[in-house]
Every structure is written in C-alpha cells, then in structure tokens.
C-alpha cells in the first residue's frame, strides 16, 4: 500500500536541498538516503533522496538530479508517497501502524461486539479508539493495556475490559458490527448519545481529535495509568 511520508517545503540555501515537513513516525526508514519515492502529483516524480540532514530541528533532504534553489524550490508542496506493506509491524512491542488497527471489531472477553473503531485520535496523554457502535453513535476508547486487553490482527479484532462508566453495556449487541444493520430506535440512539457525551467530557473530547500523521501513525498501549504517548 501506498502512504504520505512527507510534504516537501522551503528551498534551503543554493546546492538543491529542501526542507520537508515529516509525516511519518519512521523518517530515518521512510527517509533515509537511497528512498525512491513517489509524488503527489505523479509528474514530479519518482524521487530519489540523495542526501539528508538535520539542520535546526528540521529534516533537509537533497533528491538526485536537483542540483540547485531553482530547481529545488519548483518542489514546494510535493507530497512523498512511499510503499509500505500492509503486514508490517513497528519494532515496538504494543505499538501498530493506524492503518492496521482501522476497522477491527471491538468486543468484550465474553465476545460481546461493542463495534468498529473508526478513528485513532492521537492527543497528547494517550491514544483513543474512536469506535462506531451499530446504532451509529460513537464511543472513545483509551488506548492502555488496563483496558485494551489484546489486540488480534488475525482475527480482526481488539478485545477491552472497560470499566464501570466507559461504555454502557446494556446497548451492545451480540451480532458482529460488520452486518448490523443500521438503524436503530430513537431511544436507544438517545441512551448512547448521552453515554458517548460523558466519555468524550473524561476523555479530553472537548480538545477536539487530533488527526494521526499520514503514514498511518502509530499507536502505542500505554502501560496503565501511566499512559505512554504514540510515538
């Protein structure tokens, strides 16, 4: 599959370098030296990075056959698309790329299906699971290992042991969030919707939901309350 790993920026000096605003939690991966890439739009590229540094806290990159400002600057804007598997894994230890936990059934241990996460919301104290329930509401899930038990890429799914409050569990349904059918009653969809209202006030909601970085992000189990942010 095909991911933005970066935005290309500023002309930095006269020798071809650019700046390049990162959009990857991997650049010294997705960035480094001898990266073929694809662009956005598909008529610049592909590009090959010759070079990079660090300079001042931001990533300068020098792709091959740009040799100066000119040149460099007429690829301001340039989005960098590069191949990445769909099976691939972060080093980390609890830690998955966005795109892998996107759409996985949520459930209870007992296989009570809560519904579909939708969303990761990256804020700064933790991640959040976004997860659309089959009525259409919606509920945040913290993503920490007290409460996010086991995540199952086999088989599609993220277990939880929510606490007293996070969801309501009269209203989840014993049918897979996949084929529910939409619609349900008013009452129901009222019931939820004040429900979501309470976790998102616990949750920071009122921050509004940070959108993950375009390479899917990467979203990291916090160990309990402690709460270790998304790399």
């Known amino acids: 599959m095909q991911l933005v790993v970066a935005r290309i920026g500023r002309a930095h000096g006269i ?7 990162v959009r990857t939690d991997e650049p010294e991966l997705r960035l480094g030296p001898g990266a073929v890439l694809h662009t956005d739009p598909a008529s610049a590229g592909p590009l090959t990075i010759e070079t990079g540094r660090v300079h001042s806290g931001r990533l300068l990159l020098r792709f091959e056959g740009v040799k100066d400002r000119n040149a ?3 690829l301001r804007n340039i989005l960098l698309i590069a191949d990445v598997d769909p099976d691939e894994l972060p080093e980390e230890e609890d830690e998955y790329y966005d795109h892998q936990l996107m759409d996985l059934d949520v459930v209870l241990a007992d296989g009570t299906e809560i519904g579909v996460i939708s969303e990761i919301s990256h804020l700064p104290s ?5 997860v659309e329930r089959p009525d259409g ?12 038990t086991e995540i199952d890429l ?20 014993v049918v897979s969030a996949r084929d529910a059918e939409a ?10 919707a004040e429900a979501g209202a309470e976790v998102g006030a616990e949750a920071g909601a ?4 940070e959108a993950g970085p375009a390479d899917g ?6 160990d309990g309350d402690a709460q270790k942010d998304a790399s």
């Open 154 to 173: 086999e088989n599609q799914r993220a277990v939880i042991a929510p606490p007293p409050g996070l969801i309501d569990d009269s209203q989840a349904v």
């Open 217 to 222: 992000g990467k979203a990291a189990a916090a």
């Open 137 to 148: 509401t919606e509920v945040m899930i913290p993503f920490v290992s007290t409460i996010v």
């Open 206 to 209: 009122d921050e509004g939901r």
């Open 15 to 21: 020798k071809g370098e650019v700046t390049v605003e």
């Open 126 to 130: 933790q991640d959040l699971f976004i």
């Open 72 to 74: 460099a600057e007429a």
């Open 183 to 192: 619609g349900a009653s008013d009452a129901d969809a009222d019931a939820d």
